[in-house]
Each structure stands twice: as structure tokens, then as C-alpha cells.
């Protein structure tokens, strides 16, 4: 049997002296100060939750509420597809998609990027775009299209693993990622 399924910088300047109550702003130039931010502050980001929390109960878990609805399974009696059968079913693999690209965008709060370098917040939003192309094409039902996207996904999630979790730095300690294997479908699909 073959199994086919497809597994800011927010812009808050964080000025490394303003004390943790400050406002920040996220306002365009010319707007009134702190428009865009509510009455939030620094302080009102929740971030207690780890990374890896973060990641194993909410960003996979919504991924593969993606990735559990899309793809083609070939056996001996045929082709079986993984797509929803029903609206409920889309709605709930939409939602998801839409979670995952909300959540990508928590990845950028702060304290959650362990360094400075702007990949992290590159690959965060490489995540939402992806994320918002899966949900688009539930809303649209295209099956393809939806497969496609979360392939999409998958790229993100090993982009960014590549360098924080498996360590494609020299003197960083390797890791595998937890990921699910997506094998290409073949050429005739
Ligand atoms: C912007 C970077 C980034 C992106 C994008 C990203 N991850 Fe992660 N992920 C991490 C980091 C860093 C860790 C290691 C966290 C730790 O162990 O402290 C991690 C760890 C994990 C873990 C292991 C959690 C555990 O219990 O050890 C899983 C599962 C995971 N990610 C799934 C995903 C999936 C699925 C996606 C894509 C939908 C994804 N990640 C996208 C950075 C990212």
C-alpha cells in the first residue's frame, strides 16, 4: 500500500532598554501613538508556554489536522482519497489551517525566537503563508491545490527545523525532527 499524504518580524522593536510596561506601538508613521496595540503592553504577551509545548500541542497538532485530510491512499482495491467527505469535515480542516497560520504569527512574540536571526521570523511567516494558502483552498474545496498547500506546510516546519532542531550549524548538537515522513506522489498522479 502506498500512502500518500502530506504529512511579523512582529514588528515590535522590542528597544532592548524600555522597561517590561511600556507601550509599543506598531502604528504607522503619522498615526496616533499606540494605535494598533490596544491598550497593550509588554507585559499582557502571555509566553510562559515553552516552544516545545507550543509546538507539539499546537502548531502539530493543528498541522495534522491539515495533513490527516489530504492526500491519496493506493492499495490493491484502488485509490482512496483522504480529502473531507462532508462540509464538517472541510470546515474543521479550514479551522485548522486558519489556527496554524494564527499560531505561526505567536511564534514571533517575544521572548519566543531564541536568537536574532531574521530566518526565524522569515520561516514563521513562510509558515502563515503556507497555513493561509491550506485554508483558502478548503474554503474552495480544490483537493489539489489543498494537497499542494500543505506540502507547502511541511517545506516550513523543515526549514526552520533544519537549523534550530537538527542543527545545520557546526558546534550545534544534532537533533532529528519529530516529523512525519511525506513521500512525493509519483509521476503519473
Ligand atoms: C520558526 C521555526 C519553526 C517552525 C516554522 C516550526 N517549528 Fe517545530 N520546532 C521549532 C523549535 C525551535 C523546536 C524545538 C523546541 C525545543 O525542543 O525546545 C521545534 C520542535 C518541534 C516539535 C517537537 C516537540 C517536542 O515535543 O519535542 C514538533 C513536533 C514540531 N516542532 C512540529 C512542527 C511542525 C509540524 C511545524 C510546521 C507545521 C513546525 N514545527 C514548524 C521551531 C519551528
Known amino acids: 500500500m502506498i500512502r500518500l499524504s502530506a504529512a511579523l518580524a512582529l514588528a515590535l522593536a522590542i528597544a532592548a532598554c524600555s522597561p517590561n510596561t511600556e507601550a509599543v506601538s506598531t502604528a504607522p508613521a503619522g ?3 499606540g494605535e494598533g496595540m490596544g491598550g497593550a503592553t509588554l507585559a499582557d ?5 515553552v516552544m516545545k509545548d507550543l509546538m507539539a500541542h499546537v502548531v502539530d497538532f493543528n498541522a495534522f489536522a491539515v495533513w490527516h485530510n489530504q492526500g491519496w491512499v493506493i492499495d490493491e ?5 483522504l480529502f473531507p467527505i462532508d462540509e464538517a469535515g472541510w470546515v474543521a480542516a479550514e479551522s485548522a489551517a486558519f489556527t496554524l497560520a494564527e499560531v505561526s504569527n505567536t511564534l514571533l512574540l517575544p521572548n519566543r525566537p531564541p536568537d536574532d536571526d531574521r530566518r526565524w521570523v522569515d520561516w ?10 491550506a485554508q483558502a483552498t478548503a474554503l474552495a474545496k480544490d483537493k489539489q491545490a489543498f494537497f499542494d498547500a500543505g506540502g507547502e506546510i511541511y517545506d516550513a516546519c523543515v526549514a526552520c527545523h533544519n537549523h534550530y532542531v537538527q542543527g545545520d ?10 516529523l512525519p515522513n511525506r513521500t512525493p506522489p509519483p509521476q503519473n498522479q
Open 77 to 81: 482495491t484502488g485509490v482512496h482519497e
Open 45 to 49: 504577551f502571555k509566553t510562559d508556554t
Open 31 to 33: 498615526s496616533t501613538p
Open 124 to 133: 514563521a511567516n513562510q509558515l502563515y503563508t503556507a497555513a493561509k494558502k
Open 169 to 178: 550549524d557546526p558546534g550545534k548538537p544534532a537533533k532529528l525532527p519529530p
